[in-house]
């Protein structure tokens, strides 16, 4: 089904459309809008994920084991003083 919609675009939107159906690399500025709405919404769907995934690994983090202020400056400096002792790689 389609739907018939007015669309305003700027000067340069419309230049950069047109150049895209003169190309052939589309058939019509229908097509090329088509196109553009599909990415933003394949975007949206990507962004809606990875916000998910990140708020799945966040609540995971909050309820998973803590580790205390002092704990964590000694695995710093831990993992610090093994950075220092490794080889230099590439040197």
Same mark, same amino acid.
């Given at each position: 089904?389609?739907v018939k919609s007015s669309i305003s675009l700027t000067d340069?939107?419309?230049?950069? @459309?047109? $150049?895209?159906?003169?190309?052939?690399?589309?058939?019509?500025?229908?097509?090329?809008?088509?196109?553009?709405?599909?990415?933003?919404?394949?975007?949206?769907? @990507?962004? +809606?994920?990875?916000?998910? %995934?990140?708020?799945?690994?966040?609540?995971?983090?909050? $309820?998973?084991?803590?580790? $205390? @202020?002092?704990?964590?400056?000694?695995?710093? +400096?831990?993992?610090?003083?093994?950075?220092?002792? %490794?080889?230099?790689?590439?040197?």
């Amino acid at each position: 089904m389609s739907v018939k919609s007015s669309i305003s675009l700027t000067d340069p939107q419309d230049r950069f @459309a047109r $150049s895209l159906v003169e190309t052939g690399q589309y058939a019509s500025l229908s097509s090329v809008l088509q196109q553009g709405l599909e990415l933003l919404r394949q975007k949206n769907e @990507a962004d +809606e994920l990875e916000l998910a %995934a990140l708020r799945q690994l966040v609540d995971r983090r909050v $309820s998973g084991p803590r580790v $205390s @202020a002092g704990e964590m400056d000694t695995r710093i +400096e831990q993992m610090i003083a093994r950075k220092q002792r %490794a080889p230099d790689v590439g040197t």
